[in-house]
C-alpha cells in the first residue's frame, strides 16, 4: 500500500495540493482523474520522484519512497505524454537506449519482442521524427515490456490511451492485465475511465480541489 501523507506540493507560487491525504493499494490499478489543471501530472511526477514536495511523505509499506529515489526509480516504470523519445534516433534505437540507462540487457531479442508486444516491430528502423502521434506512444509503451523480464512493481502512467487506436488499446489492457497477474501496481493518470474491462480504483482531484475551493 502506498500512502501519500499530507502531501504539499507548489509550482511556482501555485499551490497545486495542500495537505492531501489518499491510499494507492499495491496489485491494482488506481485511475487518476481530474479537470485539466487538477494536478493528475504533477501527483504522478511526485510519485515518480520527479517533482519535490514542499511537505508531507509518500510511504510504500511504511518507509518512505524518496529517501532513496534510485532504489525506488528501479521499482518502477514511469511514462509521461511526452513519451521521451528521440527525433533523431530510430524506434528501436530509442528503446535500446532507454533500456540501456536502466542498466538491463540490451539484446535485440528482447528489444524486438519488447517492440512487438505493441505491433510496432515492422517499424524498428523508423525514425521517431516520420511516426505518427499513436507510433510514438506505443514505441514508449514497449518499454512495459521489460516488466516481465526484470523486477518491476510499478508502472506511473500519463494520458497512456491518448492517440491510441482500437487494436493498441487492446494491446495495452493485455499488458495491464500479464503485470497484474504478476501482482504489479498501476498508477494511471486519465480523463479516460473506459480504459480498462476490469474494476479499477479511482482519485478524483477534481472533487479534491472543489473542496479546497469552499
Known amino acids: 500500500m502506498i500512502n501519500l501523507e499530507n502531501l504539499t506540493i507548489q509550482r511556482g507560487s501555485r499551490t497545486i495540493f495542500s495537505d492531501f491525504n489518499s491510499v494507492i493499494e499495491t496489485g491494482l490499478v488506481t485511475i487518476i482523474k481530474g479537470e485539466n489543471g487538477s494536478g493528475k501530472s504533477t501527483l504522478l511526477r511526485a510519485l515518480a520522484g520527479f517533482t519535490p514536495l514542499e511537505n508531507g511523505k509518500i510511504k510504500l509499506n511504511k518507509k518512505s519512497i524518496l529517501s532513496s529515489t534510485e532504489e525506488w526509480s528501479q521499482k518502477l516504470i514511469f511514462i509521461d505524454t511526452k513519451n521521451g523519445l528521440s527525433t533523431d534516433l530510430t524506434i528501436i534505437e530509442n528503446l535500446k537506449f532507454w533500456v540501456a540507462v536502466k542498466g538491463w540487457s ?109
Request: net charge positive; proline share 1%; with cysteine.
Open 106 to 214: 540490451t539484446s535485440e531479442e528482447n528489444l524486438r519482442k519488447a517492440l512487438k508486444s505493441v505491433n510496432i516491430d515492422k517499424y524498428a528502423n523508423l525514425f521517431i521524427s516520420q511516426c505518427s502521434e499513436g507510433l510514438k506512444k506505443r514505441a514508449a509503451l514497449a518499454r512495459l515490456y521489460y516488466s516481465f523480464i526484470n523486477q518491476i512493481d510499478f508502472w506511473i502512467l500519463d494520458e497512456p490511451t491518448n492517440e491510441l487506436d482500437q487494436q493498441s488499446r487492446v494491446l495495452f489492457q493485455k499488458l495491464i492485465s500479464k503485470f497484474l497477474k504478476q501482482k504489479g501496481t498501476v498508477v494511471i493518470a486519465s480523463h479516460d475511465l473506459n480504459i480498462l474491462a476490469k474494476k479499477y480504483n479511482i482519485i478524483d482531484l477534481t472533487l479534491l480541489n472543489k473542496r479546497n475551493i469552499t
